[in-house]
């Protein structure tokens, strides 16, 4: 399952990711494997999305979230 | 002011890390350039307990120390080079407490580096509301460094933040957060080696950043490329590693010393806003009508002291000539420097509000929010969400809005939004546009509610719109892109907008735009004067001789005779003659020679042409007597034709043209500090200059 398949208000725990050079990106800014997220909300245009990861929210495009394979 | 020793403030963006510096530094601050590079340094002086006094540098925020952007990439240069001028002697780490795990990752880097370090826990308070516990002093032992908990908001803790700059050891005591060395150990300990590196860390990072730091040679560069071929490092991979100990540390840390509420903190608060402020129909309504607001202000509340301003330079023109004697001189400093200096003062109020309004927006959180919800739109157009914060500064004046785009990562998406920028109606094209919509648009209404001028002017501010994005379309195709586009923001939780920093950041723009485009606009206003005031060979002699026979001197009153002659030396200017060379050029746009003065010198600023059109027809008095302009260019009449020069063609044409043309040096200059390379200028001042024409020319054949 993929980060950005969730709806809003569902949560996921981060297991690995399929790019590398966007997973440094996401690390960096709290987005570990064992990480709980929880996608906090959709823009109104159906992208990107915004979720809540490590006490915080983040914000990324679909695309991105689609390199966050969860648990 | 001379420094005992150098501190440099650090921290993630969104930590608070300005308004602690605005709170140590006071009013003592100045911003500068970091050499060879645009980005804002600002440093300031802090008096110490001891009597010493700190230099601070505020360092950009960041989220790590591998840099993202221009901003960012700075950090590590100050941080690490150890022939910086700013290389500090100790560096205050800014941490909200409220969110300490990602921000604890940028301490790390930094404490690995070993350079000696304070933290100074910000926002403490937000953290006790919130309900998180911390440790404070197991946080400090487990850590190795003192740990200082503040509220720059509420202004609580910071003197003891500056005790504990004051005692601050000289020497790195903080406890090793990663074994850096695992990472890559043979690259590690032979770029050590062969670079005499003590810093297993600081050997990393080389190592990782080599090709883009400026602080070391191209010969010790390309050894580290070899050195890395040859171990096989791969930066990525390595970083990814990297990252992941640290967070493994973070999080044991973190476990021993911080007790977190399980549910989640003021961040519910938030929540409730953003589902009305990202709403998919009021998020947009709210959007535009602060959109709204916000140039019915620039434009209501600049209105009053732009007036003043204009009338206080009048008033030093006028007061200049009495006192100095006449002469060429006198023409050259009070007419030509005080002049053009005029023409930039009275866009300061403009300028500041809107930048009032933007760092409000910042300051909130609200304009995070913006950028996350146009995003979309926006990358269509080969645009980013981070592009429409320029993009509305561009309604003001595209010469801060250009130095705005700072914030975007990506290169490509960063040079589309320079390059069409300068395309949406900027405040300098509002008299003109008001000036010529007068002469020609009935000011009558229509459907009761809507006035025509009124709407004519809207229409020019959507149609500037418009031809921004398609432009943009044209560029994304066009242009290449160097790396990924991305877009992974923090959304900061929503905020008061602190009015210090709000008056800061203001006051700080403000001195940046006069000192920047003041000097281009005074240097381009000194040639001008000298082209307008001088002619070829002895016309100017023989006009006054002409004009000194009887049947002048004795038929016109002397005002009227000084106006004539006056009109009559322009035409036989350098300036005059300039425009009459182009008049065939711009004669398929309907404009004549006259027209065509004002169209060179709005090359320097657009807002140079109703001042010019007010020589050219010889109005008496300053430019800002926009009724008489006024009448008489509606009363202007083409000799060939015997009708009216300002036909509605005519109007309509030279407002395409003023949309369209790159007519402002300041413009000019701030592309090419912002790109360093003078092909992105010339560019940008061929296409809009083509397009310009092009639109002028089909806007006249379909009106005439």
Redesign the interface.
């Known amino acids: 399952m993929k980060l950005s398949q969730l709806e809003v208000g569902e949560i996921g725990i981060v297991k690995e990711f399929t790019d ?11 987005c ?2 064992g990480e709980e997220v929880t996608v ?2 959709i ?6 999305i ?1 979720i ?1 990861v ?8 679909k695309f ?1 979230a689609s390199t966050i394979i969860l648990q | 002011m001379k420094a005992d020793i150098k501190v440099a403030l650090t921290g993630n963006p969104n930590t608070g890390k300005s308004t602690l510096f605005n709170l140590l530094t006071g009013l003592n601050q100045k911003i500068g350039n970091f050499p060879g590079v645009t980005v804002d340094k600002k440093t300031g002086y802090c008096p110490l307990p001891d009597g010493r006094v700190a230099e601070i540098i505020d360092l950009p925020g960041t989220y790590s120390l591998y840099p993202k952007s221009q901003d960012e990439s700075i950090v590590f240069s100050v941080l690490a080079d150890p022939s910086n001028p700013h290389k500090p002697d100790l560096v205050v780490v800014v941490l909200d407490a409220s969110n300490l795990k990602r921000n604890l990752l940028l301490y790390t880097q930094v404490a690995d580096l070993k350079i000696p370090v304070i933290i100074a826990l910000n926002m403490i308070d937000l953290a006790d509301k919130g309900g998180i516990s911390i440790n404070i002093d197991l946080f400090a032992k487990k850590l190795g460094v003192p740990v200082v908990p503040i509220s720059a908001r509420k202004k609580e803790g910071i003197d003891k933040l500056k005790a504990a700059i004051n005692f601050a050891n000289k020497i790195a005591l903080q406890e090793e957060s990663i074994d850096v060395e695992t990472i890559a150990p043979e690259l590690i300990g032979q770029i050590g080696r062969e670079l005499n590196l003590d810093n297993p860390y600081y050997a990393l990072q080389l190592a990782h950043q080599h090709e883009t730091i400026k602080f070391i040679s191209p010969a010790e560069s390309e050894r580290i490329e070899e050195l890395e071929k040859e171990f096989s490092f791969h930066s990525q991979k390595a970083q990814a590693a990297e990252t992941i100990a640290r967070y493994n540390f973070i999080n044991d840390l973190l476990y021993d010393t911080v007790k977190v509420p399980e549910t989640a903190r003021d961040e519910t608060a938030s929540n409730k806003i953003d589902k009305i402020l990202t709403h998919k129909v009021f998020g947009f309504i709210i959007f535009f009508s602060v959109l709204l607001f916000m140039f019915q202000s620039i434009f209501a509340w600049s209105a009053y002291p732009m007036e003043l301003i204009a009338d206080l330079f009048v008033w030093i023109q006028n007061n200049l000539h009495q006192l100095l004697p006449a002469g060429p001189l006198t023409g050259l400093l009070v007419d030509g420097v005080i002049g053009g200096l005029s023409g930039v003062m009275v866009f300061i109020p403009q300028i500041a509000i809107l930048f009032a309004f933007i760092s409000t927006l910042e300051d909130t959180g609200y304009m995070s929010r913006v950028t996350f919800m146009m995003d979309k739109l926006m990358r269509k157009v080969g645009l980013n969400g981070k592009s429409v914060v320029p993009l509305i500064g561009g309604f003001a004046c595209a010469v801060p809005s250009i130095m705005s785009t700072r914030t975007i990562e990506n290169w490509k998406d960063r040079m589309i939004t320079i390059m069409v920028t300068p395309l949406v109606t900027c405040s300098a094209r509002l008299p003109i546009y008001v000036l010529l919509i007068s002469l020609v648009v009935p000011n009558r209404n229509v459907w009761w509610l809507f006035n025509m001028q009124g709407l004519a002017l809207t229409g020019m501010y959507i149609f500037s719109l418009v031809s921004a994005i398609v432009v943009a379309f044209v560029f994304k195709l066009i242009l290449k892109g160097r790396e990924r586009g991305y877009f992974i923001m923090e959304l900061p939780v929503y905020r008061m907008p602190r009015w210090n920093n709000v008056a800061y950041s203001m006051y700080e723009r403000v001195k940046t735009f006069v000192l920047q485009a003041g000097k281009v606009i005074i240097a381009i206003s000194v040639i001008l004067w000298v082209l307008a005031s001088y002619g070829p060979g002895d016309r100017f002699k023989q006009i006054e001789q002409k004009y000194q026979q009887p049947q002048y001197m004795q038929k016109l009153k002397p005002d009227d005779l000084n106006r004539a002659i006056r009109s009559e030396k322009l035409e036989n200017s350098y300036a005059g003659v300039l425009g009459h060379v182009i008049e065939p050029v711009i004669k398929p746009l309907g404009f004549d020679w006259k027209i065509g003065i004002a169209l060179i010198t709005s090359f320097a600023a657009r807002e140079v042409f109703v001042g010019t059109m007010a020589t050219i027809y010889s109005v008496e008095g300053s430019a800002e007597k926009m009724e008489t302009v006024q009448k008489k260019m509606k009363s202007a009449v083409n000799p060939e034709t015997g009708k009216p020069v300002f036909s509605l063609a005519v109007a309509f044409s030279l407002m395409m043209f003023y949309a369209f043309a790159m007519q402002c040096a300041s413009t000019v200059a701030v592309v090419y500090r912002e790109t360093k390379n003078w092909r992105w200028p010339a560019i940008q001042f061929a296409y809009m200059g083509v397009l310009a024409y092009a639109v002028s020319l089909l806007a006249f054949n379909l009106l005439s």
Do not use: N
């Not at chain 1, 590398?20 to 709290?30: F, N, Q, R, W």
């Not at chain 1, 006490?55 to 495009?61: A, T």
């Open positions: 590398l050079e966007m997973s440094v990106k996401l690390m960096e800014m709290g570990l494997p906090s909300r823009a109104p245009l159906g992208d990107p915004a809540t490590a006490g915080y929210q983040l914000s990324l495009r991105e």
